[in-house]
């Protein structure tokens, strides 16, 4: 039963790769990009400008925070990303004193990084606040909240663990506030136009300051640093690629790069086109890169995620069951097996697909493995349980005919324990699916790609076309298995 079913899931794991159609050259450059509007706008902007010079480029959005990209462009699985002076001397290198440009250039040299001048504008970290709720309560600095401990605030998740966020803020200031709240950057916004929350951080070139008429609350001690956009790359990366990305320093002003979020954010327009308008206007180039239609997204998101699920619930099926009948047969080695499967489960998914990047990089394989590791303890479970109460007479029987182990496990106990193995590998699969659409995070694609950019962009649209189709794939495997079953199990166990 277990190799028939290993063998069905890795038949179609090979198809699903087949389907996908040939395997195209990659870029010979890759740019990446953070899971917010700005970062994936300034992403696409260098890749089409490279694009447009003659140095091949693709662009890897929205995989992550700082941590990720970082080490993403280590590794070399990306070469190039925006980021800000602000954040690469307080998260990269904390704790060293890097108060110039040129101690930055120093220091990510000694790492194979090196980085552009500034692009034109500086992103710095704020807090804000709704303009009639800071009007009724006079506030008008970070200081005077010192006089409001009732206030709620939300934080993006990054901002709450940052040696320049919330930690270093709190002692700098001396604010008492303890209703603090980690969400996504996105939603902290409709929190506050919820009232859910009353403070959140702001990135000073937010579209939403405006659209949200909120108020920019003054630093008046002068916590926050400079954050001036850069882009960083390998110190390998090409020369004509340099050259191209030189020709960036100076040329976005706040203003601009306000302008273009509200473009992405507001009005709903592609970054790709966003992009392309900048470079249009700046550069005199009128070659944007074609967007994929909704049925060709949605057919590429399919077989991604279709991949992400085969190849790792196919590996899983594989070791699972041995270790399940493992454990039945080994009660004091089961245990073991049966707690390492629990802790593994505990595990957040986001932060096991983060541990996964330093080993494999960004993409499928890590995606993979995680998904692998989080299908085990369904099947390792319920193959101990189906295996242990068999009842003891049938046992007997078997033992009575004198089969040897192999032969009472692969004629006797197998077979009546099957419908209980293919309940776990079910749930397994279920919960494989809806996992994979983290898998966005670190760039392994899928449904997770229009929900992230749905919560990203705040538009329900974007959200239902990775949800959906995550919902009816979990209901047609869920189908299947239930097929399955009348292939696998004995006709008399399912009666």
């Known amino acids: 039963m277990s190799c028939r079913v290993f063998y069905i899931g890795i038949l179609a794991a090979v198809l699903l790769v087949g389907l996908a159609g040939p395997v195209q050259a990659a870029p010979s450059v890759t740019v990446g990009s953070k899971?917010?509007?700005?970062?994936?706008?300034?992403?696409?902007?260098?890749?089409?400008?490279?694009?447009?010079?003659?140095?091949?480029?693709?662009?890897?959005e929205q995989l992550g925070g700082t941590r990720v990209l970082w080490s993403a462009l280590r590794k070399g699985d990306i070469d190039i990303y925006p980021e800000y002076t602000g954040t690469l001397r307080n998260e990269i290198f904390a704790g060293r004193k890097l108060p110039t440009l040129a101690a930055l250039r120093t220091a990510l040299a000694g790492r194979g990084v090196k980085m552009t001048a500034p692009l034109g504008f500086n992103n710095t970290y704020a807090l804000g606040m709704k303009r009639g709720l800071a009007a009724r309560l006079g506030i008008r600095t970070i200081s005077d909240l010192k006089a409001h401990p009732e206030?709620?605030?939300?934080?993006?998740?990054?901002?709450?663990?940052?040696?320049?966020?919330?930690?270093?803020?709190?002692?700098?200031?001396g604010l008492p506030q303890t209703d603090v709240r980690g969400l996504d950057h996105d939603l902290a916004y409709r929190g506050l136009e919820a009232g859910t929350i009353q403070v959140t951080d702001l990135y000073s070139t937010d579209a939403e300051i405006a659209y949200y008429h909120l108020r920019t609350l003054k630093d008046d001690q002068g916590y926050f640093p400079d954050y001036q956009a850069v882009l960083l790359y390998r110190s390998d990366l090409p020369a004509k690629a340099v050259a191209v990305l030189k020709r960036l320093a100076g040329t976005i002003d706040e203003a601009g790069m306000r302008a273009m979020n509200a473009q992405a954010k507001i009005q709903r327009v592609s970054e790709q086109k966003v992009a392309a308008g900048f470079l249009r206007k700046h550069f005199q180039l009128s070659a944007p890169r074609r967007r994929a239609g909704f049925w060709q997204r949605l057919w590429q998101r399919t077989v991604e995620h279709l991949t992400l699920v085969a190849v790792s619930l196919s590996a899983a099926i594989g070791l699972a069951i041995p270790l399940g009948v493992w454990a039945w047969l080994r009660?004091?080695?089961?245990?073991?097996?049966?707690?390492?499967?629990?802790?593994?489960?505990?595990?957040?998914?986001?932060?096991l697909l983060v541990f996964m990047i330093p080993l494999l990089g960004i993409g499928g394989p890590p995606a993979i493995v995680a998904l692998f590791l989080y299908s085990l303890l369904p099947i390792i479970r319920n193959t101990y349980a189906g295996l242990h109460d068999i009842p003891p007479p049938v046992l007997e029987s078997a033992q009575a005919l004198g089969l040897p182990l192999r032969a009472r496990l692969r004629l006797v106990q197998l077979p009546l324990a099957a419908r209980g193995i293919l309940a776990g590998i079910k749930t397994s699969a279920v919960i494989n699916i809806g996992t994979a659409t983290l898998g966005a995070l670190i760039g392994a694609g899928g449904y997770g790609q229009p929900i992230l950019t749905g919560i990203r962009l705040d538009d329900v649209g974007l959200i239902l076309q990775g949800a959906v189709p995550a919902a009816l794939l979990a209901l047609a495997v869920q189908g299947m298995f239930e097929l399955a079953e009348r292939l696998v199990v004995p006709k008399g166990v399912r009666a």
């Open 331 to 351: 009660p004091r080695t089961g245990q073991v097996i049966l707690s390492v499967a629990g802790i593994i489960q505990t595990i957040p998914a986001l932060a």
């Open 151 to 173: 206030l709620v605030f939300g934080f993006s998740n990054e901002f709450m663990d940052r040696a320049d966020g919330w930690p270093g803020l709190k002692r700098f200031y």
């Open 35 to 60: 899971k917010f509007t700005e970062s994936v706008i300034l992403g696409e902007i260098t890749t089409q400008l490279l694009t447009a010079n003659g140095v091949p480029a693709g662009h890897r």
